[in-house]
C-alpha cells in the first residue's frame, strides 16, 4: 500500500523546537521530492517546504526560513522537519507530501498536529 | 493573501456541471502546470488534475480541468453529493521558488 506516515507533532511553548517526522512506503522514494503542506485551523492549504529526490534543490517558505529545516534519508525512505523557535502561528496539521518532476502532489499522510501554546 | 485567487465558493444541483476558476500571474500559472486537489473536511488533500488538465488513476472523468495564459479552471459535471469538499488549486511560482496554493473553494452540493 502506498502510504507516508508522520508523527512527532504535539504541545509545544512559543519558541520551542520540535521535529517532525515521515515515513513513506509503496512506492519508490527515491524517485519523489519531498514537500511540507500546513493547514492552520480552519484555514487553507500553506506550502512550508520542499527538498528535491537527490537532495539537491532546497526550499523555504519566507514564513519558516531561517526558522525551519528540512532533511531526507533515502535509505530509511523517510522526510524529516526540524522546527525551530516556533510560534503560535505555526500552529497547524502538517501534512508530508510527495510529488514526481512536473506531477502534483500525488501522495499525501494523514497530517500531524502542531500546536503552539503557553 | 493567496498567491493564486480562487472564489471563496461554489454551489450546485446534483447533476449540473460546476467550474471553479484561478487567477494567478506569469512566474506561476503563466510559466507551469495547475494541479488541483480535493480536500474533505477532515481528511488529508487528494490530487485530483495534474499538469492543467491529466487524472490521476482512479478520478472519475467527471473532473475534468484546463488552463489559459495566467488563469486555470476545475470542471466539474454530473455533480453528486460526494463532490461536496475544499478545492484548491497550485502551481509552481518561479519567483518565490515555492508551490504557491489558491486560497481554495468550498463547493456545496444543494
Known amino acids: 500500500e502506498v502510504q507516508l506516515v508522520e508523527s512527532g507533532g504535539g504541545l509545544v511553548k512559543p519558541g520551542g523546537s520540535l521535529r517532525l517526522s515521515c515515513a513513506a512506503s509503496?512506492?519508490?522514494?527515491?524517485?519523489?521530492?519531498m514537500n511540507w503542506v500546513r493547514q492552520a485551523p480552519g484555514k487553507g492549504l500553506e506550502w512550508v517546504s520542499s527538498i528535491s529526490s537527490s537532495y539537491t534543490y532546497i526550499y523555504y517558505a519566507d514564513s519558516v526560513k531561517g526558522r525551519f529545516t528540512i532533511s531526507r534519508d533515502n535509505a530509511k525512505n523517510s522526510v524529516y522537519l526540524q522546527m525551530n523557535s516556533l510560534r503560535a502561528e505555526d500552529t497547524a496539521v502538517y501534512y508530508c507530501a510527495a510529488n514526481r518532476p512536473l506531477m502534483g502532489m500525488e501522495v499525501w499522510g494523514q497530517g500531524t498536529t502542531v500546536t503552539v501554546s503557553s | 493573501q493567496s498567491v493564486l485567487t480562487q472564489p471563496p465558493s461554489a454551489s450546485g444541483t446534483p447533476g449540473q456541471r460546476v467550474t471553479i476558476s484561478c487567477s494567478g500571474s506569469?512566474?506561476?500559472?503563466?510559466?507551469?502546470?495547475v494541479n488541483w486537489y480535493q480536500q474533505i473536511p477532515g481528511t488529508a488533500p487528494k490530487l485530483l488534475i495534474y499538469?492543467?488538465?491529466l487524472r490521476p488513476s482512479g478520478v472519475p472523468d467527471r473532473f475534468s480541468g484546463s488552463k489559459s495564459a495566467t488563469s486555470a479552471s476545475l470542471a466539474i459535471s454530473g455533480l453528486q453529493s460526494e463532490d461536496e469538499a475544499d478545492y484548491y488549486c497550485?502551481?509552481?511560482?518561479?519567483?518565490?521558488?515555492?508551490?504557491?496554493f489558491g486560497g481554495g473553494t468550498k463547493l456545496t452540493v444543494l
Open positions: 509503496g512506492f519508490n522514494f527515491n524517485f519523489y521530492s
Open positions: 499538469s492543467n488538465s
Open positions: 506569469s512566474s506561476n500559472i503563466g510559466s507551469n502546470t
Open positions: 497550485s502551481a509552481w511560482d518561479d519567483s518565490l521558488n515555492s508551490w504557491v
